[in-house]
């Protein structure tokens, strides 16, 4: 069981705008910046946002993040089939004093 | 550019003791603030934090794993090696390793492990 905790699945239609949730506590999201991945199996997950709604160079801006109290979001809009594959949330924990993760969430685009 | 690369034994039997070693290139361990953290991923399952290594040869543990792990950097050839003892089967998992730095982690493509006799 994860620390932190995102739905597993999440569907779409192209074109479509898709929200992936991810739940936390005081320790972690409550009291630092809430990181967002796209992993797609055999290969190194890829940084998406930072810093709750920060967005790397080259990662469009169909995807946008947002934070409030223990929760953080992700947004996908303009859904596209290349978008179809795993995101997990990754936070620093206080308590653990170590990285804590989302359980992950499946996007599949229909 | 930015690169870990995890290398080690892909199938290692009950008991035995695994060591990892990730090589890095596009940055120092020696810069302020940087670490190095290892974690892996059973099939199927969630990403488990593992270990961290900081650019002061700082050390933190997973608190379930600690009395299992050892994590340690050479600088100089800019790998960070974990070893991880007394493998058991639940321990199979795909083992990343990830630069941390600014809050964020870059990551390695991974490496899959398999404990079985």
């Known amino acids: 069981q994860s620390v932190l905790t995102q739905p597993p699945a999440a569907s779409g239609t192209p074109g479509q705008r898709v929200t992936i949730s991810c739940s936390g506590s005081s320790s972690n999201i409550g009291s630092r910046t809430v990181n967002w991945y796209q992993q797609v199996p055999g290969t190194a997950p890829k940084l998406l946002i930072y810093s709750d709604n920060q967005r790397p160079s080259g990662v469009p801006d169909r995807f946008s993040g947002s934070k409030s109290g223990t929760s953080a979001s992700l947004a996908i809009s303009g859904l596209q089939s290349e978008d179809e594959a795993d995101y997990f949330c990754a936070v620093w924990d206080d308590s653990l004093n170590g990285w804590v993760f989302g359980g992950g969430t499946k996007l599949t685009v229909l | 550019q930015i690169t870990l690369k995890e290398s080690g034994p892909t199938l290692v039997k009950p008991t035995q003791t695994l060591t990892l070693t990730c090589t890095f290139s596009?940055?120092?361990?020696?810069?302020?603030?940087?670490?190095v953290a290892w974690i892996r991923q059973p099939p199927g399952k969630a990403l488990e934090w593992l270990a961290l290594i900081r650019w002061n040869d700082d050390e933190h543990y997973s608190p379930s794993l600690k009395n299992r792990l050892t994590i340690t950097k050479d600088t100089s050839k800019n790998q960070v090696v974990l070893t991880m003892t007394n493998m058991d089967p639940v321990d199979t998992a795909t083992y990343f390793c990830?630069?941390?730095?600014?809050?964020?982690?870059?990551w390695g493509q991974g490496t899959m492990v398999t404990v079985s006799s």
């Open positions: 596009g940055f120092s361990l020696s810069t302020r603030d940087m670490n």
């Open positions: 990830a630069r941390d730095f600014d809050w964020k982690l870059n």
